[in-house]
């Protein structure tokens, strides 16, 4: 059998940095090292759903050991990213990321757009745990590694996987070996504000060799760095700051060598008490006002009337059953989770930009006691979801490897918003009655109370059915081809309600989207020689489409009614052919590899994200054609036994190939072939280089890792690309100075510099660190209200941070 499909240890660090753009590695593997020779060991992974060793995997991967990420600092889904080219993440706030890979990217999916599928699927081991914006922030500790699939992984994961897959490892209850692990971090954010947290991993042999139970147990103190700016000037430090706790806990019962059966529980919370927004412009605070008290933002500065919130608890069980056949081994997967999300958010300022603009509700404007009321926006998102899987994989050393199996998931997803503007309407009627002849009580509707002037409650029924195959073939010692093939089917239920002046009324009516199709893949490898191996493959990936709310009409103006109203109800599936060239090498004698890659991606029926500015809503279009393609490079060698460098470096090209237009024929939101498709940067690039010092202190080895990480220039939607989009018409609230305002939407490139130094031996370990050392303001995302009328800002990342980590294992 050509490729050598076996377990090894997870020990050491190592690079497993990968760009994910155009031309892409075939996975520069996160290895373990070899102390005492200074050679790569060999990591083994489950991307194709059975072990094999990272090297021999013919498409590009990326494995971040549990080890390599505590060198490195790594505690978070972003600084995963950080340290895997070509992956990135938009972060709106722990549980609420957004992920893209290889430059395919449609813009930011934000949280009023339930319906909108995500473009990369995250699981848990086995579990689907993906939910388009809220990718559940799972903790790092006590995993095994962290995969980085890049490219369509449809045949084998299926929907959701249409740019790649993101796999969390657990590590899993050991049958023979109890062990304790306890780690306590401590740091202080920007100087003062503390950030720690304490965890623990405990396994239990109950039977040895039949039973052993592994408990996790976290708690984390988030540590904020936003100061909130309130009406009355006061300060609300660090006003971002909240907790994280949780356990997961997994059974394992072997009542016989075939036979394993793997429950598990995992549950976590999260309470955030505000978001990582920067204000660049608040219609209710800025500097340019004549009428009011102005007010000057600074640099980590935001305006808020009241604290923001955001809460996130999460469930999940499952499941999983493995038995032996000898010949082919069956496996099951049950899984069901349950996402409660909560946000509150200060809307003050898009409400106040539609009650206190002229000609909207009064022919004036209200005055300012009624816009400046505040104005609560709650999100709620509710949903359950089940799956179940079954596959069949072959076993043994034949020429023939193969797997085939079948899924089924059914999603309940219940979201909702509710604007309540408490004492509106008896400070708004002496104006609004004789101007609009309406009577008390007139902002009640079916759903929405008296001063609830936006209430939406959508309920979604999602179910799909797939089977899938892949088989690999090896035609000698060197070549290798595998083929797959998915077949799914899925149906969409959707009941739509809406009420409220802001919203055309609309109660109980439903809406409904369906798809069926095939995605194949094909891979060929080809090993050179033992060192080198050349890989190609072709694969679709796929993103299942979904149905529009409606334009918020009564606040929408004649040009954005016009313009949007006009779009289909229903966006159709958006699928992908990615076409890829790579090559693998171990060089100078098992000390350092080399890997490198290319892909051409055609993308159809792109669903972009486009803002009905003035409307405060979100439109999905198909964009017929677009395109990326790129190339990512990898590099990691250790030349010695105390010193080990590592390089990755990804230049991606992804853009439209087809231009969208209005009714006019004027290209709408910059949708125009030749633009760059948003969120994602040309370039990428990750260093990391780890000294170590054998028998610093007594039997305690010393070790410093540097890593700098450089992140070019994105927009965050497609519309941000728009000259137009740079210039805000100012309402006039508050008599500005000016009429125009002019800011850069295009996020800035950034670079960030970590440093990690400790000692330790085979029980303990103590590391001191300072992260974000030259105290970078990244841009990570823009972050808006009713288009650039209400609100700009950026989503940022923590300032400079200096803490210290201690490790003991028992």
Not at 765 to 793: C, K, M, P, S, Y
Request: charged share 20%; glycine share 8%; net charge negative.
């Amino acid at each position: 059998m050509k490729k050598s499909y076996r377990s090894c240890l997870y020990s050491t660090s190592v690079v497993a940095l990968l760009a994910a753009g155009a031309i892409t590695v075939t996975s520069l593997p996160v290895q373990a090292q070899n102390a005492e020779q200074g050679i790569l060991e060999e990591i083994v992974v489950t991307a194709r759903k059975r072990s094999e060793v990272l090297q021999d995997v013919p498409f590009s991967i990326a494995a971040l050991t549990e080890t390599a990420m505590r060198n490195r600092g790594i505690r978070t889904l972003d600084d995963v990213a950080m340290n895997v080219a070509g992956f990135t993440v938009q972060n709106l706030g722990p549980g609420q990321s957004q992920v893209a890979i290889r430059g395919i990217s449609a813009g930011q999916i934000v949280r009023d757009q339930p319906g909108v599928k995500e473009q990369v699927g995250v699981y848990l081991d086995e579990s689907v745990i993906s939910l388009s914006l809220f990718t559940p922030d799972i903790d790092l500790f006590d995993l095994n590694r962290v995969e980085v699939l890049r490219g369509p992984q449809g045949t084998l994961f299926g929907s959701g996987s249409l740019a790649g897959t993101v796999r969390f490892i657990t590590n899993q209850p050991d049958l023979e070996t109890a062990e304790v692990i306890a780690e306590y971090t401590a740091g202080l954010i920007g100087g003062s504000e503390f950030d720690g947290s304490v965890k623990a991993a405990v396994n239990v042999v109950l039977a040895p060799g039949k039973a052993a139970l592994r408990v996790v147990g976290y708690y984390n103190s988030i540590g904020g760095f936003i100061d909130a700016v309130q009406p009355d000037l006061s300060v609300n430090k660090n006003a971002n700051n909240g907790d994280r706790f949780g356990f997961r806990a997994a059974l394992a019962i072997m009542p016989n060598e075939n036979l394993k059966i793997t429950p598990r529980i995992l549950y976590q919370e999260i309470d955030i008490n505000g978001f990582n927004r920067v204000d660049i412009f608040n219609i209710l605070a800025n500097e340019f006002t004549t009428t009011r008290t102005a007010v000057t933002l600074g640099k980590r500065q935001q305006f808020t009337q009241f604290q923001e919130r955001f809460t996130d608890d999460f469930l999940l069980i499952d499941a999983t059953v493995e038995y032996d056949f000898g010949q082919a081994t069956f496996t099951s997967v049950t899984s069901f989770t349950n996402r409660d999300v909560v946000q509150l958010r200060d809307s003050t300022q898009l409400a106040g930009s539609v009650t206190g603009q002229p000609g909207v509700l009064a022919a004036a404007g209200l005055p300012e006691n009624v816009f400046t009321l505040d104005a609560p926006l709650t999100d709620s998102t509710d949903v359950d979801t089940f799956t179940q899987e079954v596959r069949l994989t072959s076993a043994g050393d034949g020429p023939l490897q193969w797997i085939v199996g079948g899924f089924y998931s059914k999603i309940e997803r219940e979201y909702g918003q509710n604007l309540l503007v408490a004492g509106f309407e008896a400070l708004a009627n002496p104006i609004l009655i004789p101007e609009l002849g309406v009577a008390p009580g007139w902002t009640a509707g079916v759903i929405a109370g008296i001063d609830e002037l936006f209430v939406s409650d959508l309920t979604y029924d999602f179910k799909q059915f797939a089977v899938f195959g892949e088989a690999t073939f090896d035609f000698s010692d060197q070549l290798s081809v595998t083929a797959g093939l998915r077949w799914f089917d899925f149906q969409e239920d959707k009941i739509l309600n809406f009420d409220g002046i802001f919203a055309v009324q609309t109660i109980n009516v439903p809406a409904s989207t369906s798809s069926n199709d095939i995605s194949p893949r094909v891979m060929l490898s080809y090993d050179v020689t033992s060192d080198f191996q050349f890989n190609m493959q072709a694969a679709k990936g796929f993103r299942l489409g979904g149905v529009n709310d409606p334009l918020n009409e009564p606040i929408c103006n004649a040009d954005d009614l016009v313009t949007y109203g006009a779009f289909p109800q229903k966006w159709g599936d958006e699928t992908i052919w990615n076409y890829e060239i790579g090559a693998k090498a171990t060089i100078m004698n098992g000390r350092g590899t080399f890997n490198v890659a290319a892909f051409y991606t055609d993308i159809s029926n792109l669903q972009a994200t486009l803002e009905a500015g003035s409307c405060s809503s979100r439109v999905i279009v198909n964009v017929p054609k677009a395109r990326s393609m790129g190339i990512e490079a990898e590099l990691f060698v250790r030349p010695s036994e105390q010193f080990e460098f590592g390089i990755v470096a990804s230049l991606i090209d992804s853009e439209l190939r087809s231009t969208i237009t209005d009714t006019n024929g004027n290209i709408l939101s910059a949708l125009e072939k030749g633009n760059r498709l948003p969120t994602v940067p040309r370039f990428q690039v990750a260093v990391t280089s780890t000294y170590y010092m054998p028998n610093l202190w007594e039997d305690m080895d010393g070790f410093i890792t540097a890593t700098v990480q450089h992140v070019g220039s994105r927009f965050t939607q497609f519309g941000d690309a728009d000259p137009a989009f740079a210039t805000i018409q100012l309402i006039p609230i508050g008599d500005p100075s000016i009429t125009t305002l002019t800011f850069d939407p295009k996020m800035a490139a950034y670079t960030i510099g970590n440093l990690r130094f400790g000692v330790r031996n085979e029980r303990y370990e103590l590391a001191f660190f300072i992260n974000n050392i030259w105290d970078e303001i990244a841009q990570i995302a823009l972050d808006r209200e009713r288009g650039n009328r209400a609100r700009v800002g950026f989503l940022t990342n923590p300032p400079r941070t200096f803490g210290v980590t201690g490790r003991a294992y028992f």
